[in-house]
Every structure is written in structure tokens, then in C-alpha cells.
């Protein structure tokens, strides 16, 4: 980017969030939010939460940049 001009990222985030049938090759187990909530859920619900957490810390990211976030990172992050 250039100095001055705005940054502009795509974040996906993806949720299993009813449990599907799975390949019996599949390399991977996947798990559902209702299979550890142990209920339905709604996703809109959903949405919603994860927006009331994504949207703030997005707005601080814009203000602070990366350094509030290090060290939570760097606990969740497997190569570092």
C-alpha cells in the first residue's frame, strides 16, 4: 500500500454450526458449535457475537495497529 492510503483486508471466518456427515478419509475431525454447546443455536445469533467482538477490536487495530495484540498472538499462534 502507499503511505497515506487506507488498508483494505478480507477476514473470513468460518463455523461449522450444525454437525454434517464426514468423509471417512477426511485427515481431519471436524466438530460443530452444537456439538460443544450441546444445543441448537441460531446463526444470526452467532453473527451477532462474533461481530460485537470482531468489530471493536478491528477499530482498535485501525487506531493502535498490531501491538495490542502481540502477546495474545503470539499465545495462539503454533509457529511462533
Not at 456439538?35 to 441460531?42: D, Q, T, V, Y
Not at 468489530?55 to 502477546?71: C, T
Amino acid at each position: 500500500s502507499m503511505p497515506g492510503q487506507p488498508i483494505r483486508v478480507v477476514i473470513g471466518i468460518g463455523l461449522n454450526c450444525i454437525p454434517t456427515p464426514l468423509d471417512n478419509d477426511s485427515l481431519f475431525k471436524s466438530i460443530s458449535m452444537q456439538e460443544i454447546l450441546k444445543r441448537e443455536i441460531s446463526r444470526n445469533q452467532l453473527a451477532s457475537h462474533l461481530l460485537n467482538g470482531v468489530i471493536p477490536a478491528l477499530e482498535q487495530f485501525s487506531a493502535q495497529g498490531f501491538r495490542p495484540f502481540l502477546e495474545k498472538w503470539k499465545k495462539y499462534d503454533l509457529l511462533c
